[in-house]
């Protein structure tokens, strides 16, 4: 018996919501399934390239720039934490801002870190970051040094190439303008992140002591096993090394991971918005719809049928204009989130064939550069990155489906004030 009335309600909601296959609620119902599935491609891949962006950053960060921990003392202090079981990685070093002269007298700041090269070597995850388009991390040698892309650049300066730090910051033994910090390019590293490549340079620690003198504070960088285990571990060097300085990468990078942050609530309220637009549409569509079929309300209403039931038909209306859009949004949306660079290079290769034709019509011969939606040039990236999150494709989804399912529950309480008999009487 259930399952006959269950066979009924399908068949009833089916010959229902068939009506409206064709003619202009048929495109109402079309144009509100694309606006879901639209506003789901966008979402998804919008969000996928935020990520890869984010996370491409914050991993240089931690990796190249803050680590998980970055500790200060003396050496004696910080050098006993090193055997403390948490730790993965582990290299004392110790930094100081100096101008650098390169080629041409050109000139520019530097952040120069001078690494302990064993304990530097051995830190896999910052070495795979920094990617050298010209020599090697070779920093064996005394006055050597290696550079980031665009601090090269702003030098003029290639391997073999020899810059000069006529202004120093080191020691009170150290003389600030310097007239013989010489130091030997071995390499130009990338790191895709402008404010490391722009700013940092590698030298060995016995290099530093030449150059900046013996400092009495260094510092350590610090890699966990895991990221979020930095406040026990902060917590732990306070109790047992209490001369030691602890700062963890939450609050050394606070400013930029708060931007960060910031961005992806201000997008993710744009979610909401986008479906609250749609969800008006559908609204209207299905009061529209529902007008349009009073008669055949009115004449289930007087057989029977109750106005509870027959609203849910039509809820099943919306509700499947919402499961549709959404499923087709996360296929097409995780299609091109995957391929992002393979469209923009589809594109590109049809807009310069586009170019060279109107040229050619046009009998131009302006040779410009090929056109490029990311060039070089403007932008710092070779290539989009993207990372998609299982969560957030189910979180836009879920409120494609629950927006029009909303906006159907909603237009349909106009069912409940009809009166069957008023509207049979003028049919």
């Known amino acids: 018996m259930k399952n006959t009335r269950i066979s009924n309600f399908l068949f009833l909601s089916n010959r229902l919501n068939k ?41 240089t960060i931690m990796e190249v720039s803050s680590a998980h921990i970055r500790l200060s003392g003396t050496y004696e202090q910080v050098k006993k934490i090193q055997t403390e079981p948490a730790i993965k990685s582990f290299f004392i070093f110790t930094e100081s801002q100096a101008l650098m002269q390169g080629n041409y007298n050109r000139q520019a700041g530097s952040l120069v870190r001078a690494v302990e090269l064993e304990q530097f070597y051995a830190d896999d995850g910052l070495i795979s970051s920094l990617s ?5 991390l070779d920093l064996e040698h005394l006055n050597t040094i290696v550079l980031g892309s665009e601090l090269a650049r702003s030098l003029a300066v290639n391997v073999g190439d020899e810059v000069f730090l006529p202004i120093i910051a080191g020691s009170k033994d150290v003389d600030m303008f310097s007239e013989n910090a010489r130091l030997l390019v071995t390499g130009i590293f990338k790191t895709g992140f402008l404010s490391v490549d722009s700013t940092y340079s590698f030298i060995s620690y016995q290099t530093g002591l030449e150059i900046f003198g013996e400092q009495d504070t260094v510092k350590a960088f610090v890699k966990l096993s895991s990221e979020n285990a930095d406040r026990a571990f902060i917590a732990k060097v306070e109790n047992a090394h209490s001369d030691v300085g602890a700062e963890s990468w939450r609050t050394y990078n606070h400013a930029f991971f708060g931007a960060l942050k910031v961005e992806k609530n201000v997008l993710m309220i744009l979610v909401i918005l986008i479906f609250l637009v749609v969800s008006v549409k559908i609204y209207n569509g299905m009061r529209r719809s529902i007008y349009e079929r009073r008669e055949d309300i009115a004449v289930l209403s007087s057989l029977g049928t109750n106005k509870k039931t027959l609203r849910f038909l039509f809820f099943l209306n919306g509700f499947k204009i919402g499961l549709i859009g959404s499923i087709l949004g996360i296929a097409i949306g995780l299609l091109l989130s995957k391929n992002i660079n393979e469209v923009f290079s589809i594109v590109e290769i049809i807009i310069n064939f586009c170019i ?18 990311f060039s070089s040039r403007v932008f710092y990236m070779d290539t989009v990155p993207t990372s998609i999150s299982f969560f957030e494709c189910c979180y836009i989804a879920f409120f494609g489906l629950i927006s029009s ?23």
């Open 132 to 136: 050298f388009s010209d020599g090697s």
């Open 405 to 427: 399912s909303c906006a159907a529950l909603f237009a349909t309480k106009k069912i409940l004030k009809m009166k069957p008999q008023e509207i049979l009487r003028y049919e």
């Open 19 to 59: 009506t409206g296959t064709s003619g202009r609620e048929a495109i109402i119902n079309l144009l509100s399934m694309l606006g879901i599935s639209f506003g789901v491609v966008a979402l998804i891949v919008i969000l996928s390239v935020m990520n890869g962006f984010q996370g491409g950053y914050i991993r």
């Open 356 to 373: 060279e034709v109107v040229a050619r019509i046009l009998y131009s011969s302006n040779t410009q550069n090929a056109f490029a939606i």
